[in-house]
């Protein structure tokens, strides 16, 4: 989920509340673990800043459907399959960038959520970042 920054908010609260907007995660069970990059979305040149957080409890999870399609439930294990990732070079615009995506069982994640699955797995499972070595 995401969206907007509302006026005098942080971007944590910005997260927090859009999580529970569109999705259905309470922010009470809510436990934010980190900040990722800001990124660019390809096409609307958005500027988005990601979190990664443990969620407590997820049992009311939904699609609010006039913001996203979609909740789905994925293991990591299922995201580092490696039948389940592939990438494709495109020209966007005349710049070339690596689109990547997740084929999982009946839904393909692409775009910028895969971008972001990608910076979560690279984190979690890169030994410089694990050691807390390098940037």
Known sequence: PG????AGEEL??????EAEEEAG?????VRLRTRLPVTQTYASRFLITPFVATVHHVGGLRA?????ESVLRVSV??????ETYRSEIWDL????????????EGET???FTAR???????????????SGEGT
């Not at 615009?93 to 999982?104: K, N, P, Q, R, W």
């Open 12 to 17: 944590a609260d910005t997260a927090l509340r």
């Open 25 to 29: 995660v309470e922010r009470r069970h």
């Open 77 to 82: 294990a299922e995201l580092l399959r490696a």
């Open 109 to 111: 994640v692409w775009g």
């Open 64 to 68: 609010q459907e006039s913001e996203i």
């Open 93 to 104: 615009a005349g710049v070339t960038a690596e689109m990547s995506f997740f084929e999982l």
């Open 116 to 130: 972001v699955l990608c910076q979560i797995l690279d984190t979690l499972f890169t030994p410089s970042a694990a």
């Open 3 to 6: 969206g907007v920054r509302e």
